[in-house]
């Protein structure tokens, strides 16, 4: 069958910002050697952390299992070189919340020695269209995938839940439309083989046939790459499909928006209107798994801005320091001021380039000029934000409410559903600083829903004991009256016979 | 004129008369309002406030018998809501607590079992003559099995 067209939907809003992309795209990805240490946080991925099953001391290979999914919403971690675990300790890493996370720290002994592909869990036949979707699914659980587009939340459940809805399309995200990054773009030029085979993956997984590859029109080069390998493979399920170059046309709901006219609900997911969107870096992660039993143990980023010497796109193990790969694209420049993990827009300033890379690292950014464009003025309610709020929100009715406290007045604006892209920050007159205070104001309200959901529990423990100390009393009161009827039936006769017989009895002795 | 008077009087009379009735006769909304109430506090069953339980509390408030301001676990928040719900003042609370977890130290727990008969929310487990240990998940941080224990082994862990 062949995939069906579709006019391209309109996004609301969105900007149109500076690439600077052409700086890293200039040469092809480079492979940073093994260093010497390799941290790796098990937290990596959205939900519960992973357990460490190695102990200190022990000698690991490289692709071994460390640390195993622990609960419904996780993803293992695997060792990405082979040497000796010396640490399990608090590492600063980069987190929206928090400085330091549980790391397991391993020193690599430079052999690079792999575990063999027969001691692998799930080892599957070269055909994977020979395995029942349920096994694909177990083996992708099994390889420590996540989103590598950035949200890094773990690929086997998304899929696991795209298969309680009705799917009919899989959205390929080669969007990459936030400035500076270009991963994504070179992994499509030099990877376009492992994507689609990927993509063929997951189509089996969630046995659907249309496929749609997304990509920004400013990556001519990345079009031509797939485009030469739909044509040689002939699957016609696979289409690729133009989107225009707005930021933020990557973001999950936006595309399906964009490529297939159709709106995720307000709270929904792209599963909701029969769509799953996986980015291409991870469709080519799960291509290395499936065929060739390589788990998630390295990624492409990009380190750009005028911070450093020669930005570059590079392969390395997840875990490697940034301050390696720093070194790797020539050191800092004299202009150095900050270093920033992810995009521009979306990206969190780190103060310490001892952060391991992890796996939802696409972009370590090193900038000159601090981003402060001076102090907040008062709101003059132009209007400009709400005209580029990508999902139609009114940053400036938000910002109100959020000044004072309202929680309740948020979320019918419909805080929740912001995506935190930062256009309404960008363009603001008064230099306001929105989307901090929206970030901030969702966390709250997160927090409250979850002292709401405690203090139900707790309630519902707490009577549930209420009743069940009341039914021991009453049980224990009818037992006692049952006792007292008895001895009353067999009289004052029977009595005294009883304690007649036991003054025989111990006459006997 | 003085139709249009008596009949008017006569119809207030009435309706008074039936009103004083209906308020005596049908149940009131007092049992409403003690649930609203008892759903803004934060359920951890303390006794901090005085009264044996939220529940309690909470009818105490509604009755007028209890400030607003008594429930430490609930903080400011809990004030401010119980002062908008009732048409109160908001007034400082009168004492605060850091938000707590029991921990035991099971070395030193001798298997008494009366922290487990003391906990309000079902949060601790273990058999007579064994280690007990609490589930931190359920644990409200009311320090109501603090007292009880014999051996002093239950401390109070600030959440951070």
Not at chain 2, 100 to 114: K, M, N, Q, S, T
């Amino acid at each position: 069958m062949s995939a069906p067209t579709y006019d391209l939907g309109t996004l609301h809003g969105g900007l149109r910002l500076p690439g600077h992309k052409s700086a890293s795209t200039g040469q092809a990805i480079i492979d940073v050697p093994v260093p010497a240490q390799l941290v790796l946080p098990i937290t990596q991925h959205v939900g519960d952390p992973s357990q460490p099953v190695v102990g200190i001391g022990e000698r690991v290979l490289k692709g071994q299992l460390i640390a195993e999914s622990d609960g419904t919403l996780s993803a293992p971690v695997h060792a990405p070189s082979s040497g000796k675990i010396i640490a399990i300790e608090p590492w600063p890493v980069s987190r929206r919340y928090g400085e330091n996370a549980p790391c397991i720290v391993i020193e690599c002994d430079g052999k690079d020695e792999a575990v063999l592909p027969a001691d692998m869990p799930g080892n599957t036949p070269a055909n994977f269209t020979t395995l029942a979707p349920a096994d694909l699914l177990t083996k992708i659980l099994q390889g420590g995938i996540v989103g590598l587009g950035g949200a890094a939340f773990p690929t086997a459940q998304k899929l696991m839940q795209a298969r309680t809805c009705k799917i009919d399309h899989l959205l390929l995200n080669g969007v990459e439309c936030e400035s500076y990054i270009s991963c994504d773009d070179l992994l499509m030029r030099e990877r376009a083989g492992e994507i689609v085979n990927g993509a063929q993956i997951l189509m089996h997984a969630l046995q659907i046939d249309v496929c749609f590859i997304a990509i920004e029109s400013d990556k001519p080069e990345a079009i031509r790459a797939l485009a030469l390998v739909l044509g040689e493979i002939n699957d016609e399920r696979i289409v690729i499909k133009q989107v225009p170059t707005i930021y933020p046309s990557g973001g999950e709901d936006q595309l399906v928006q964009l490529v297939t006219n159709r709106e995720v609900p307000s709270g929904g997911l792209p599963s909701d209107v029969g769509c799953l969107v996986q980015n291409v870096g991870t469709a080519a992660a799960i291509h290395d798994w499936v065929v060739d039993n390589q788990p998630l143990i390295s990624r492409v980023t990009t380190i750009t801005g005028d911070g450093v010497a020669s930005p570059v796109n590079v392969r390395a193990r997840i875990g490697t320091t940034i301050s390696d790969i720093i070194e790797l694209a020539g050191g800092y420049t004299d202009s150095a001021k900050q270093l920033i993990i992810g995009g521009p827009m979306t990206g969190k300033s780190v103060t310490t380039d001892r952060v391991p890379l992890v796996k939802a690292t696409n972009c370590i950014l090193v900038s000159s000029e601090t981003p402060s464009p001076g102090p907040a003025l008062p709101c003059i309610r132009c209007g400009d934000c709400a005209a580029v709020c990508p999902v139609q929100l009114l940053p400036q009715q938000l910002f109100w409410y959020a000044c004072a406290d309202d929680e309740d007045k948020m979320r019918e604006f419909g805080l929740m559903d912001c995506i935190e892209c930062g256009c309404c920050d960008l363009v603001c007159p008064s230099h306001i600083p929105l989307t901090a205070d929206f970030r901030v104001a969702k966390g709250r309200i997160q927090e409250l829903a979850d002292e709401k959901a405690r203090a139900a529990r707790a309630r519902q423990r707490f009577e549930a004991r209420s009743n069940r100390l009341e039914r021991e009393q009453t049980e224990r009161e009818t037992e006692l009256a049952q006792q007292k009827a008895s001895a009353k039936k067999a009289g004052p006769s029977a009595i005294a016979e009883i304690l007649k017989r036991k003054q025989t009895s111990k006459d006997d002795e | 004129m003085w139709t249009a008077v008596i009949t008017i009087a006569v119809i207030a009379l009435l309706a008074g008369f039936g009103l004083s009735i209906a308020s005596r006769r049908l149940p009131s909304d007092d049992g409403d309002l003690v649930e609203q109430v008892n759903d803004l506090l934060p359920q951890t069953q303390c006794a901090q406030c005085g009264y044996p339980g939220c529940r309690p509390f909470a009818t105490a408030v509604v009755e007028g018998t209890a400030a607003i301001n008594l429930c430490p676990p609930g903080g400011e928040e809990t004030v401010r809501q119980l002062a908008n719900l009732l048409g109160r003042k908001v007034i400082p609370l009168a004492e605060s607590v850091e938000p707590c977890v029991a921990i035991i130290d099971e070395a030193l727990c001798i298997g008494c079992a009366h922290c487990r008969s003391a906990c309000p929310v079902d949060a601790i487990v273990g058999a007579h003559q064994l280690m007990h240990t609490i589930i931190e998940s359920e644990c409200t941080g009311c320090e109501l099995c603090v007292a009880p224990c014999p051996v002093d082994c239950i401390s109070m862990k600030p959440l951070t």
